[in-house]
């Protein structure tokens, strides 16, 4: 509010800049909840992966993108497309499970296994809503999917996620 | 979902979420076709370096098609039909004309396939892969050369002003949460319109005008002088 504040206080100099500027801002705003969820179903190293070649297609395509209705729900179906066409012929799993980085601190490989055995809807559901604190219909809008058949995949993956954890401990 | 879990979870997710900004960190500063890279980013360079199987298939098949080409086009026995062939066999270029005017015709509509479906498919995704386009590039010539201040019927694009920052607070809540309220009516503030007035039934023209208006901001702060009942454009208390 306060930036816009501002910008409507200067009276000239609103022409090309302030369209750059506002779809860069877009795109920052998209690219961390984007890669969020990306991360979420696909695992971190395709996640990041996908989320640059959606922002890639985001910056190419951005007067399609502007015109939309969702566009960020969009573009998480382009970075699920660029998965899929990559992963469509391996058999390796999708969400790996990730050699440890020396540079991080100790995750939890416990929580992460029972992870993995989620569908990776269900998984992205639980993660953007448990995890990362997202409200419903932000998280749906995120993942381009309605709010019930969000709370589906919430109710059975952490049904799941539990049994999972139960069996284990 | 029980709070220990609930709390496992958002450690997690904050762990992943620092994962990311290293792997993000690291995927913007490796050089490209470097070895340790390869080693480090082993899905990043899958995705960036192989064509797509669906573009070496079409390639394959392309030149199948180039190479059939060819054989009809040398069937039909015309000169320039051999020099354009791929592969001429001899003893069949040796067979006789059989109706030369439509083989070669084929021929020559055949040729430029091969060239045309090879070669921009694999560069096409090697760029869009490799290098994210940087936003500088990108920019595009602005829609509006001047803002003009209006306060009153219609605003329209290229509009200014607190009617027109008005508008774009009440769409973003109601059509489009990424609009972004600046004041200023750009293209996506007329996208916005357009949606607001296909979902009330309005006539879908980008406008605001006093129908827009009245469902869009029906409680708009000001005061009524004219007594319609409706806060106008004209009648808003900025700020």
């Known amino acids: ?169 | 979902m029980n709070p220990e879990l609930e709390r496992r979870l958002k450690n997690y997710g904050a762990y992943v979420d620092a994962a990311a900004d290293v792997a993000a960190q690291r995927r913007s500063t490796a050089p490209t076709g470097n070895a340790a890279a390869v080693a480090d980013l082993d899905n990043v360079v899958v995705l960036a370096e192989q064509p797509h199987r669906f573009y070496r298939a079409l390639a394959v098949a392309a030149a199948a098609v180039a190479v059939v080409a060819g054989g009809i086009a040398i069937v039909g026995g015309s000169s320039p039909s051999t020099s354009v062939g791929e592969r001429p066999l001899p003893s069949q270029s040796a067979a006789t004309p059989i109706d030369t005017s439509a083989v070669t015709t084929e021929a020559v509509d055949a040729t430029p396939r091969p060239t045309t479906v090879l070669e921009p498919p694999p560069t096409q995704v090697a760029a869009s892969a490799t290098a994210p386009p940087p936003p500088t590039n990108q920019t595009v010539p602005p829609v509006c050369s001047s803002y003009t201040v209006r306060n009153d019927y219609h605003l329209e694009i290229c509009d200014e002003g607190p009617a027109v920052r008005l508008v774009q607070e009440r769409l973003k809540a109601a059509v489009d949460s990424s609009l972004i309220v600046d004041g200023y009516f750009g293209p996506g503030t007329r996208t916005a319109v357009r949606s607001f007035q296909q979902m009330h039934g309005l006539t879908v023209d980008g406008q605001v005008g006093p129908a827009t208006w009245a469902l869009l901001v029906p409680d708009a702060p000001g005061t009524d002088t004219d007594g319609n009942r409706i806060v106008d454009p004209s009648e808003i208390t900025p700020g």
């Not at chain 1, 501002?6 to 909840?33: C, K, M, N, Y």
């Not at chain 1, 991080?104 to 559901?125: C, M, S």
């Open chain 1, 1 to 169: 509010m306060s930036a816009a504040l501002q910008l409507w206080e200067a009276p000239v100099d609103v022409t090309a800049g302030s369209a750059a500027a506002s779809f860069e801002q877009f795109i920052a705003d998209a690219q961390v909840r984007l890669r969020r969820a990306l991360v979420a179903r696909y695992g971190v190293q395709l996640g990041v992966e996908a989320c640059a070649e959606a922002t890639a297609w985001a910056w190419a395509n951005r007067d399609r993108l502007l015109a939309m209705a969702n566009p960020v729900g969009y573009l998480y179906r382009v970075g699920q497309t660029a998965v899929r066409n990559e992963s469509r012929f391996h058999k390796a799993p999708l969400f790996p499970v990730e050699t440890r980085d020396p540079e991080l601190p100790a995750g939890d490989p416990g929580l992460q296994q029972a992870l993995t055995r989620l569908t990776p809807d269900q998984r992205a559901a639980v993660m953007l809503v448990h995890a990362h604190g997202y409200r419903y219909a932000e998280a749906a809008d995120l993942l381009d999917i309605p709010i019930s058949t969000l709370k589906n995949h919430l109710h059975r993956g952490s049904r799941r996620l539990r049994k999972l954890l139960e069996q284990r401990s």
